[in-house]
């Protein structure tokens, strides 16, 4: 699976940004995808994603002010962010977890990454 983020940019305090992730590849064996996001000096987190049973879960920080959404035509999957505030500034990373079954009748689990979009909000 290969992941493309795009939509990142610079943003006033308030202001809004959607960012894109699109998903190429063997996209009918993922089983959740979302968002992270790592700010400079902190550890990468979750921000918003898909379960694989089609729940939604958000950080506590992003709750109201972000939503995550997907097209299953389109294979893209989008995050809206409203209310931006500055400690929002990061590098959004697409995560994708995909689940297939190798010859051994295994189940392999992996995690793909996007390549990471930068969203800096000024204060």
């Known amino acids: 699976v290969q992941l493309q983020a795009s939509g990142g940019g610079l943003v006033q305090a308030g202001g809004s940004l959607r960012l894109s992730c699109a998903a190429s590849?063997?996209?009918?064996?993922?089983?959740?995808i979302g968002w992270y996001r790592q700010a400079p000096g902190k550890q990468r987190e979750l921000v918003a994603a898909?379960?694989?049973?089609?729940?939604?879960n958000y950080a506590d920080s992003v709750k109201g002010r972000f939503t995550i959404s997907r097209d299953n035509a389109k294979n893209t999957v989008y995050l809206q962010m409203n209310n931006l505030k500055p400690e929002d500034t990061a590098v959004y990373y697409c995560?994708?977890?995909?689940?297939?079954?190798?010859?051994?009748?295994?189940?392999?689990?992996?995690?793909?990454w996007g390549q990471g979009t930068q969203v800096t909000v000024s204060s």
């Open positions: 995560s994708a977890d995909t689940a297939l079954m190798d010859e051994y009748d295994q189940w392999v689990l992996q995690r793909h």
């Open positions: 590849g063997r996209t009918n064996s993922i089983n959740g």
């Open positions: 898909f379960s694989s049973g089609g729940s939604t």
